[in-house]
């Protein structure tokens, strides 16, 4: 025999009503959790990233797990590793060496920062950073000094030609994040 369909009934409307009742605290407590993991990720925005090339090792070897911090970025500091828009499409990544204002030198693969050798890794100029054979790259035919919302940047790994040796300075509204930390290293960037 079929079952006959429920008729409406002030029985039917207080299950409704009791499961709803029940239902409704866990429901908003699940929008409260989406909406606040939403502010978060908004403002922290930090996600994986993973290595392409070897241009920034020894700090992110090739093919390794790195998490950026998106965000539009107005002032840049020494040493920073940030992530840029390529001028020719894409993104790379790159080490901040100098700032607006100061002066970037490079002479016989020796870089000096406002007139002093400049430091990488506990290494000091003069010793020269950058592979022998490159002079297109290891001399500036004079200082170069930094314009206001511009950076100078490197990569870590000097033979490669993506950073300002070969594009120049680039302008700070090109930066779409901060590199923040590196997997393997287990430690902040």
Request: charged share 20%.
């Amino acid at each position: 025999m079929l079952k006959q369909p429920e008729r409406y009934s002030a029985r039917s409307k207080d299950n409704w009503q009791a499961r709803l009742s029940r239902l409704l605290p866990h429901a908003l407590l699940v929008l409260l959790l989406v909406v606040a993991a939403n502010l978060l990720l908004r403002y922290l925005w930090v996600h994986p990233v993973r290595m392409s090339s070897k241009s920034m090792e020894p700090t992110i070897p090739a093919h390794s797990l790195f998490f950026v911090q998106e965000q539009s970025i107005d002032a840049v500091s020494h040493r920073q590793v940030v992530q840029v828009d390529h001028p020719l499409g894409g993104r790379l990544y790159c080490r901040v060496v100098a700032v607006e204002g100061e002066t970037v030198e490079l002479t016989n693969g020796n870089l000096f920062v406002a007139g002093k050798p400049f430091s990488i890794s506990g290494v000091t100029s003069p010793q020269p950073i950058f592979p022998a054979g490159m002079s297109h790259r290891d001399n500036l035919s004079s200082a170069l000094t930094i314009r206001p919302g511009f950076f100078f940047c490197l990569n870590d790994n000097r033979a490669y030609l993506n950073d300002s040796r070969t594009f120049g300075p680039f302008e700070l509204r090109h930066i779409t994040g901060r590199v923040r930390y590196h997997r393997w290293l287990g430690s902040k960037i």
